[in-house]
């Protein structure tokens, strides 16, 4: 039985975050760090001090689309090369920057520097809750709220430094995504599977979509555990998970969104030339994902998974960036790295979630703006409903594939993470990377 | 003297060998679609842009052949057709019509897994819309060893042996996606007719340059007076 282990999925070129989640009557849970990964005591590379100016010597960013980012030489995206990579002003500016909605993010403990750690990041990189003035003009500057599990004041929360990485990049990076939306963070007491839970209850009532870059083994209880996440009435996502061809839960939740990982490469203009699976080793992480040893396959999976999965739970569903060697950069305070800094690199699944939960904020946008509901739980079904789409009703491509599936995914076939990477949907990043441009508009034009 | 000497130069190179450009805008460079007609069967189209990106999926591309705008199509949900058309009318004679024109292909992926499919097209069409010819393409799958986005292929050849005199044609360029989304960029698009005349008919031009130059000197004159 692989004991239970809740992390948070965070690999920092110098850090790698601990945390235990243990559920239902599991025994005992050695609790691993968020799904972050950086540098940290067990990561055998440093941070790199980057200048916080926003001046063009940040660029580090010679090795993507080189080939040579390693732990050696370790190289960072600035934010609008993320933006460029993933195709994202077009959506960004059709979803008003996420003008309006709310990201939920919910983390373990509590670092009192993360509003100031935020302002400084997008100080660096001209986001709005910068104080450098920035391109994108929100119609209502957004804010940062942090409160406490059961929304209560934070102040009296713990610190652990492990969660701050997480909880600082989660925040970053969600800004970031959907510049003009509001984010709401929820510090758990701590990193036990009830806190966190607790969490999550709390932020799916009043954010507008969730990310979660945390997770343990599987076990049996997990079923029970998904009365947590099945009421929600929001996207709810998930982080693989950074050690290879294993799942976690709660990421194999059929309730959750489950987001992979991949390496990302680009011209020096930014755009991409290729992103596969992400596996820089055992001492440096790989993305999470497999066949659930517990859940069932869900419904909107069928024809997806069981060639591989058989009736169980896939995951993941879907993957983005999270190399921490073609990752980003996050500002610490002194409380976590001894010296306020804008540092690089950092990454993992832990990156993947906040992502995709900002980019989605601001498909929530436009279709806000044209008189829709927001994205609900039934993401998933959307996901794989995409999938299955095709513009003339008939398809080109295999069932349950669609004629537009290459135009809406990333179909990621290149590595592995201990399972193979594949055409079509595998165990390392699901159905592929979303376009999110073209994705996007399927959700904000054909979906009603 | 010396102005009218070169007048006269000047219209006998010009009755000698005449060229006509029957493409308007074909280097995009009024910034718009001006002379062209952008038609497609799904959610995408062709555009004009400066920008070395697409418009609506933000996928790279190599920018403008020559000056600063060019044509490419994009779409969002694939499996469709983008057609850029321009209809032209041929001049009454001519013994060469010069096609010329830069294109690209770029698939999202730099390769197409193998499925067929027309990719970017290059046809002459009759007024009517129906197919002559297909000039160029079909091309699909896109390994360009310099790295995505693709470099843009010229192409020129002459074509007079498809048309007719006086007879109105389309040209039309096409982007098909196959398994994935194909943008297609078009530049400096250009269908150049010349005509040069038998000897007889240059004697004859000729006479008409002079009596034209006759007139052109008689005119000041009549002015002065």
Redesign the interface.
């Known amino acids: 039985m692989i004991p239970k282990i809740i992390k948070s999925y965070l690999l920092l070129v110098a850090a790698v975050l601990s945390c235990s989640l243990a559920y239902g009557q599991a025994t005992s849970v050695p609790v691993v760090p968020p799904d972050s990964i950086g540098p940290d005591q067990s990561r055998p590379f440093s941070w790199v001090v980057v200048p916080a100016d926003g001046s063009s010597s940040l660029n580090l960013v010679n090795a993507p689309g080189q080939g040579t980012c390693n732990s050696s030489n370790p190289c960072y995206y600035t934010e609008a090369n993320i933006w460029t990579a993933y195709g994202l002003p077009p959506l960004q500016a059709r979803g008003k920057y996420g003008q309006g909605m709310t990201i939920g993010i919910v983390d373990a403990y509590y670092d009192a520097q993360t509003a100031a750690n935020l302002q400084a990041f997008s100080t660096a990189w001209g986001l709005p809750m910068g104080t450098s003035g920035s391109s994108i003009n929100c119609t209502t500057t957004p804010t940062l709220t942090i409160v406490s599990q059961t929304g209560g004041s934070p102040s009296g929360v713990a610190f652990n430094a492990n969660w701050a990485l997480e909880i600082n990049m989660d925040v970053q990076q969600a800004h970031s995504m959907a510049p003009c939306a509001n984010i709401l963070l929820v510090a758990t007491n701590n990193n036990s599977n009830a806190n966190l839970y607790t969490g999550v209850k709390y932020a799916y009532a009043h954010a507008d979509i969730v990310t979660n870059s945390w997770g343990g083994g599987e076990g049996a209880s997990e079923l029970s555990a998904d009365a947590n996440f099945s009421p929600s009435t929001v996207p709810l996502l998930f982080s693989a998970g950074d050690t290879g061809a294993i799942t976690e839960y709660p990421c194999t939740s059929p309730y959750v969104t489950c987001v992979g990982g991949t390496t990302l490469l680009t011209t020096a203009s930014s755009f991409r030339t290729s992103e596969y699976v992400w596996n820089d080793g055992s001492a440096n992480g790989a993305t999470g994902g497999g066949c659930s040893s517990a859940e069932g396959k869900p419904s909107y999976a069928t024809g997806f998974t069981e060639s591989i999965c058989g009736s169980a739970r896939g995951v993941p569903d879907v993957g983005a960036l999270a190399d921490e060697f073609t990752g980003v950069t996050i500002y610490l305070g002194a409380n976590v790295e001894g010296t306020a800094n804008l540092y690089c690199c950092i990454g993992g699944t832990s990156l993947a979630s906040p992502l995709i939960a900002g980019i989605l904020t601001n498909v929530n946008g436009a279709r806000v703006a044209g008189g829709k509901a927001k994205l609900g739980s039934g993401l998933n079904s959307l996901l794989y409903q995409a999938a299955s789409y095709s513009p003339t009703g008939v398809s080109s491509q295999p069932a349950p594939y669609g004629s537009s599936y290459r135009s809406f995914y990333f179909d990621v076939y290149t590595g592995n993470s201990g399972f193979p990477a594949t055409t079509y949907w595998d165990r390392t990043t699901g159905l592929g990377v979303p376009a999110f441009s073209a994705i996007g508009n399927y959700f904000i034009t054909n979906v009603p | 003297m010396r102005t009218l000497a070169s007048l006269a130069i000047f219209l006998f190179a010009f009755t000698a060998a005449r060229a006509d450009q029957l493409i308007t805008n074909g280097g995009f460079e009024s910034g718009t679609l001006a002379g062209w007609t952008a038609t497609s069967t ?2 995408g189209n062709f555009s004009v842009t400066s920008a ?2 697409t ?6 591309t190599v920018g403008a052949n020559s000056g600063s705008y060019y044509a490419v199509s994009d ?6 057709t983008q057609y850029l058309t321009q209809t032209f009318t041929t001049p009454g004679s001519f013994n060469s019509a010069t096609l010329s024109f830069a294109m690209f292909v770029n698939d ?3 390769e197409d ?1 193998g ?1 067929s499919g027309p990719g970017g097209e290059v046809s002459l069409l009759n007024s009517m819309g129906g197919l002559i010819a297909v000039l160029y393409g079909p091309l699909d799958t896109f390994d360009d060893p310099a ?3 693709n470099n843009y292929v010229l192409f020129s050849e002459d074509i007079a042996s498809l048309l007719a005199a006086n007879t109105t044609y389309e040209l039309q360029f096409s982007s098909t ?1 196959t ?3 194909i943008n297609v960029g078009v530049d400096d698009v250009s269908l150049v007719t010349t005509a040069t005349p038998e000897p007889a008919s240059l004697s004859l031009f000729t006479t008409g340059g002079l009596l034209v130059l006759w007139l052109a000197y008689r005119k000041p004159r009549a002015f002065q007076a």
Do not use: C, E
């Open positions: 799904g959610d070395a990106y418009p609506l999926t933000y996928n790279a779409d969002y949900s694939g499996s469709q999202v992926y730099g897994f499925s790295g995505d986005p996606d398994s994935g989304l």
